[in-house]
Structure formats: C-alpha cells, structure tokens
C-alpha cells in the first residue's frame, strides 16, 4: 500500500471545485416539487450540426491508428483557416496551421496542462495572474505547478480591470491568465485594452495566455469579439511572441462531450507544449479530430446557436429586472446579476421553494483584502430550451421578490 506521505502535498492545497460546495451547500435543503431546472452548469443543451455526427461516425474505423500529438494536417489546416478569417490574422493558413495552432482534448486540460509545461516553480515567487471572479481551472493549474495565484479584479468593464493591473503585479509575475469572453462576467476587452496588456506583459516577461472559449457566444447586435492574436497582429507582433490564444468546439458548436479545442500562438510556446504533450498523452481520437475539422469550417450552425441565446436573454431579462440588477452581457451565455441578498441564502431559496439551481458567486471568486466579488451575485447559465429558461426567470422572481 502506498502511503500518505508520498502523494503530492500540492494536492491539499487545491479549493474543493464550486459545485462540490454547492452540493454540500444545499445538502441540508428540502427541495421544492417543482420540476427541476438548471441553471448552473454551464453545459451547453442546444443540438450539435449532425454532419459533425456523420463525419464522427464515417471516421470510427480510424479508431484501430493510433494519434499523433500535433493532429492531422485536415484538422489543423481548418482550424488556421477559422483562426485566419475570423480574427482577421495576415499569416497564410498553412503557415499557421504548420508552426502556430496545436488541437487540445477541449481547452480545460489544456489551460491546465499550459501551466505544468511552461511555468518555472524554481522561480515560484513569481505569482500567475488571473481573474477574480474566475474559471477555478486557472488556480488549481497554477497550484500543481508549484506556483502561487495572484489576483486581478473584474467587473462589468474589462477594458479598465486590465489597465488597473500595476505594473508591480506584473514585475512579480510569471503568466498571466486572460478570461476573454469573461465567465462569468461576461465582459469583452476591446482591441486597444488587448494591445496595451500586450505591451505590458512583453515589458515585464509575463506570457498571455487567453480563455477564448466563449468567443463565439457573443450577441449578434454586439458583433464579434476581438481575439489575442488579432491584438498581438494589429501590434505589429506576427509572431505573436509570448501570447496563446485557447479555443473550444464545446460552447462555439454545441459539443461539450467531443473534448475538442485548440491552443494557437507563439510558435516557440507552441512547440515546448507540442514537447510536453508527448508525454502528456492527451490525443485526440481520429474520429474527434474528423469531426472537429468540419465543425470549424462551418458558421451557419454558430450564428443559429447565436440567435438561440440571443433569444432567450430577450425573454428572461424583462422578468429577472424586477428584482434583481442585470444586465445583457456582450457575449458568453451566462448572467451575472447583483441581487439585494446573500447569494448562498438565495441558491439555498431558490432550491428549496423552486428547484431552480443556480450558482452562489462567492463560489466563483475569492476573497481579496477582505471582500469577495461574487458576494451578492449569482451566475445564471441561459442554456435549458427557452421555454424552461423563461418559466425559471418567472419562478426567480417570485422566489427573491
Ligand atoms: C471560462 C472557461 N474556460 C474553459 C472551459 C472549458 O471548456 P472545454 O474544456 O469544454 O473547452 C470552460 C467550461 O465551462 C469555461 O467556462
């Protein structure tokens, strides 16, 4: 038997993840005899594109090969020719698709894995940034690899939450993690904001590295939300040196259960990870990656999913404005609301007396200098049909009137 003592001691600093608390939170809780709607997981519920089930299963005898870490050319080539199109990027496609894109197995073990690959933990005083309120995957990756979480504050307003990172925050940092759609703000930076963090992290030796997986998820009236890349290209950086743009085919075509996303940027950083998932081992199936190249080449189903959402922020805002202060955000498919209560009384309420699950905010931040952001706010996932999205908005008035 292997003892205690010789597991990894790191393990023990990691956070229980927020729906553990949640479970614990609501364990003490009656439940109401509504039927149940949830609110809470950000799991995507609208239909995948069925000609990416049929390249799935026209691909299955591919199952018998064994993977290559970089994917195969197809899958590569159409993701650069996304990447180039829809962020505007000067480089051919087949010059990104050979030295700057990587496919990952969806982008939460990849912005882990990121963190074991390039962080120095002989250099652990210098902390990795990341937002508050947060993916809690940024801390626990940044923990494991032997390093510390600092954090940076974020609001409604992204472009003035990353101005306000001073430079001494910067000057102690090694990576800083970017949330761009913001989860679960929201909030989108602008391509100026995007430029002037460039600039300072290039200053400071801090590497970007930017969550891009609600980026498709923005409102229609909104428009497209600027990448990284685009950022780092408009600044004159072709080589996007020390910037990694990750993206995923869950949020963008509805398939959180493919595990299929990619990692593009500085080639440098793109060929140390490419070297460390040699050993990592998280390949994508040839299946996966079939399906995956015509999911990326195809935009009807995005725009379809866009109105879907799009859709149901109309129906529910109306109805969660009168108790609540909520705004539509720019993009992502989430609320993330200001109520005139406790956000782990209001989950425990909305449980009880509406079986509606939502999730407490303070569960998705932690406490700087004495204050949580969350406190006081809940995150609404809009992703049931529209018609339980609604009759949820309805049951989450009547329950915090
Ligand atoms: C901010 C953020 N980043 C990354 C992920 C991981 O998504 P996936 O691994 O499905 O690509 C999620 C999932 O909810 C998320 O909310």
Redesign the pocket.
Known sequence: MISAAVTNPDLSLLQPYPFEKIRQLLACCDVSSHARIALS???PKHAAPSFVHDALLASLPDLEKYPTTTGTTALRESIAQWLSKRFHLPHPADSLAEAHVLP????????FAIAQCLLDRTQNERDVLMPNP??Q?YEGATLLAGCKPAFYAIDDNTDENLAAIPDSALESAQMLYL?NP??PTGAVASKQALMALIERARRHNVIVVS?E??SEIYREEAGPPVGLLEAAASAGLDDFSGCLA??????RSNL?GL???FVAGDANLIRSFTQYRTYHGCTLPLPTQAASAVAWADEDHVKANRAAYDAKYEAVLPILKTVMTVQKPDAGFYLWPTLHCDDKLATQKLHAEENVAVVPGSYLAREVDGSNPGQQRIRLALVAPLAECEEAAHRIARCLA
Request: net charge neutral; hydrophobic share 25%.
């Open positions: 997981v950000g799991e990952v197995s969806g982008t939460r073990e990849a912005l947060f993916y995957i949330c913001g989860n969550d997986c609600y990750f993206h995923s085919l869950s949020k959180p595990r299929s996303g």
